[in-house]
C-alpha cells in the first residue's frame, strides 16, 4: 500500500518564561518577613551591589529603588538619574590617567586588589548575638537530674522522657519501649517496671500534665496536682474516670444521673474541667511562638470615608550600585594586559547588570503589590471602611487579574501569605477572596459571618440544627441548601449542634 508523506509547516506561540521573570516572581510571593534576608543575601552574593536606608545619612536626599547613582572621574555622586546605567556610561572613562601613571601598581599588584575586594570583607562580619532558651526536653532531663533516683529509674525515665511527643504525651506503647531498652542498652525490663517508671518519676514532672497517654489521662494529672481538692475537684475526677464518652458527647443529663449531681454542681465541674490545658507541656520556646507574629505587608487607613492605601517597606533596605565596586577598575594602566583588561570589564559588566537587573526587578515587585492591593481595596472599599465582613463583595483571582493586567498566578502569589493592616486589625488577603453563592451578588463570607452570628447568639442550652439554621438563613434572604450550611460551619471550625450543648 503506498504512503503519502507530507510535510505541514505551523506557527506555534508558546509562552516561555525568562530567568528574570521566574526571579520576579519569587520576590512577589514573598511576604515582608522575607523580603530583607533576600535582599542582603542578594547583595551578599553581588559585589557591585550595597544596601542603605534612607536614614543612613541625614545630609544625603533619599534614593528611590531604582534610581542609580552616575560618579565622575573624582567618584564625586553627578545628579541622579531614575535610569539605571548604560554599558557606555559604566565604561566611558579611561582606566588610566596620563599624568598619573607613575602611581599605578604593577599587574601582580592589580590581581591581589582583584582578589582582595572579591573576598569577605571582615568588618563586615558580624556574629549574631545568641538567644538561648531551654527547651522543654532539656527542663525535663534538668528536672530529672535532681531527683533521687536509681540508676535504673534514671535510665528508664530519661528513655522515656526521650520520647514524649511536643506536647508532653506519651504514645509509644510500654511493651515497645521495654523491647527498646533491652536492644538498645542491654537493659532487661518488663511492661510493669516501665509504667511504674512512668507514673511515678516522668508523670511528676512539670508541668502538670506531663507524660499523659491520652488526654484523659492528661486532665486527671492537673486535677490530682491542684493544691486544694475541694469537692468541685472531686467531681470533675469523678466525671474524668466514671463518665468521659458521655463527657466528651456533652450527655451532660446521663453524668448528672450516673453521679447523682445538681445542676449547679456539674456546671462548676465542667467549667473547671473546661479551662485545664489539653497542650501543657508544649515544647515551642518562646522565640519560636515568635517566629509566628505577622507583620503586614500592606496598610490601609481611612480617614472622612476615603482609603489610602501604603506598601510596608519603611524598613526594608534599598539597592543600588556600589560606587567602590565602580572605581576599583580605574587604576589599570597601558602596562595592563589586553586581556586582563577585557577580564576586569567583562567582570564588571556581569556584575553590575546582575545588579541593574535586581533593582528593576525590585521596583516592579512594587508595582505589582501595589497595583494588585489597589484593586482589591477598590473591590472591597465598604469592607475597609466598616470592617463589616457582610460587606465583602464576591470577588476571586481572576477578576483582579483582568483589572491590573497580570496573570491569575501572579494576584495568587501577592494573596498567598501576605497581610494588610486596617483600621480594625491585620487581615489575611486571603480573607478577601470568595465566590458567589447561586450566581448573585451575595458573598459566601457574607453567609459565613451571618451564620456564625446565629450560632454565637443561639441558646446554648438548646442549640440549633444545621436544617433549623438553614430555615433561619432563608429567612434571612440567603437561599442555600442544608449542606451548604453544614460545608460554611465546618469550615467556620463549629461543630455540630449536639457538640456546641452547654449546662
Not at 520556646?285 to 509566628?292: G, I, Q, R, V
Not at 487607613?301 to 482609603?307: A, F, I, V
Not at 486589625?425 to 448573585?440: C, R
Not at 443561639?458 to 440549633?464: A, I, S, T, Y
Amino acid at each position: 500500500m503506498p504512503t503519502n508523506l507530507s510535510q505541514e509547516q505551523k506557527a506555534v506561540q508558546r509562552q516561555i518564561a525568562t530567568q528574570q521573570t521566574i526571579r520576579l516572581m519569587q520576590l512577589v510571593e514573598l511576604p515582608y518577613n522575607s523580603l530583607e534576608q533576600e535582599i542582603l543575601k542578594e547583595v551578599d552574593e553581588n559585589p557591585a551591589l550595597e544596601a542603605y536606608r534612607d536614614d543612613d545619612d541625614p545630609n544625603v536626599e533619599p534614593i528611590e529603588e531604582g534610581d542609580m547613582p552616575e560618579y565622575d572621574e573624582n567618584g564625586d555622586p553627578l545628579e541622579l538619574s531614575n535610569e539605571p546605567l548604560s554599558e557606555d556610561e559604566i565604561f566611558k572613562e579611561d582606566y588610566y590617567r596620563d599624568d598619573d601613571l607613575d602611581d599605578y601598581p604593577s599587574e601582580r599588584e592589580i590581581e591581589n586588589r582583584i582578589q582582595r575586594m572579591n573576598a569577605p570583607d571582615p568588618d563586615k562580619v558580624r556574629e549574631a548575638p545568641g538567644v538561648f532558651h531551654l527547651s522543654m526536653q532539656e527542663q525535663w532531663q534538668i528536672q530529672l537530674g535532681e531527683m533521687m533516683l536509681t540508676e535504673r529509674q534514671s535510665q528508664i525515665a530519661y528513655y522515656i522522657v526521650g520520647n514524649l511527643n511536643s506536647d508532653g504525651y506519651l504514645t509509644a506503647d510500654l511493651k515497645s519501649l521495654s523491647d527498646e531498652l533491652l536492644y538498645n542498652y542491654n537493659m532487661y525490663t518488663s511492661k510493669e517496671e516501665v509504667e511504674q517508671v512512668l507514673v511515678e518519676v516522668v508523670q511528676e514532672l512539670d508541668p502538670a500534665g506531663t507524660g499523659a497517654r491520652n488526654l484523659r489521662e492528661c486532665l486527671l494529672l492537673q486535677l490530682k496536682r491542684k493544691p486544694e481538692q475541694t469537692e468541685t475537684v472531686m467531681i470533675a475526677r469523678a466525671i474524668l474516670e466514671h463518665c468521659f464518652d458521655e463527657f466528651s458527647k456533652k450527655h451532660y443529663d446521663k453524668i448528672a444521673q450516673m453521679l447523682s449531681l445538681t445542676d449547679e454542681q456539674l456546671k462548676e465541674a465542667v467549667t473547671l474541667i473546661q479551662r485545664l490545658d489539653p497542650r501543657p507541656a508544649d515544647a515551642s520556646t518562646p522565640l519560636e511562638k515568635s517566629a509566628d507574629l505577622i507583620t503586614p505587608d500592606f496598610f490601609i487607613t481611612s480617614h472622612n470615608g476615603q482609603l489610602t492605601l501604603t506598601l510596608n517597606n519603611q524598613y526594608v533596605p534599598k539597592v543600588r550600585i556600589n560606587k567602590e565596586f565602580s572605581n576599583e577598575y580605574r587604576f589599570l594602566t597601558k602596562e595592563t594586559s589586553e586581556k586582563r583588561r577585557q577580564e576586569a570589564e567583562k567582570f564588571m559588566r556581569d556584575y553590575v547588570d546582575r545588579g541593574n537587573q535586581f533593582i528593576a526587578t525590585l521596583t516592579t515587585r512594587e508595582m505589582i503589590l501595589y497595583n494588585t492591593m489597589y484593586a482589591i481595596m477598590q473591590h472591597q472599599k465598604q469592607y475597609f471602611l466598616t470592617g463589616d465582613d457582610t460587606m465583602l463583595k464576591p470577588m476571586i483571582l481572576k477578576t483582579i487579574a483582568e483589572e491590573v493586567g497580570v496573570d491569575v498566578s501572579t494576584v495568587s502569589r501577592v494573596s498567598n501569605s501576605k497581610y494588610v493592616q486596617t483600621d480594625f486589625g491585620i487581615i489575611p488577603l486571603k480573607h478577601l477572596f470568595s465566590e458567589a453563592v447561586n450566581d448573585d451578588d451575595i458573598s459566601s463570607k457574607e453567609i459565613k459571618s451571618i451564620l456564625s452570628d446565629i450560632i454565637r447568639e443561639e441558646d446554648k442550652r438548646h442549640p440549633l440544627s444545621d436544617e433549623v439554621l438553614c430555615g433561619l438563613l432563608k429567612e434571612k434572604g440567603y437561599n442555600i441548601a442544608r449542606r451548604t450550611v453544614a460545608k460554611y460551619r465546618e469550615q467556620l471550625n463549629l461543630p455540630v449542634a449536639r457538640l456546641r450543648r452547654e449546662i
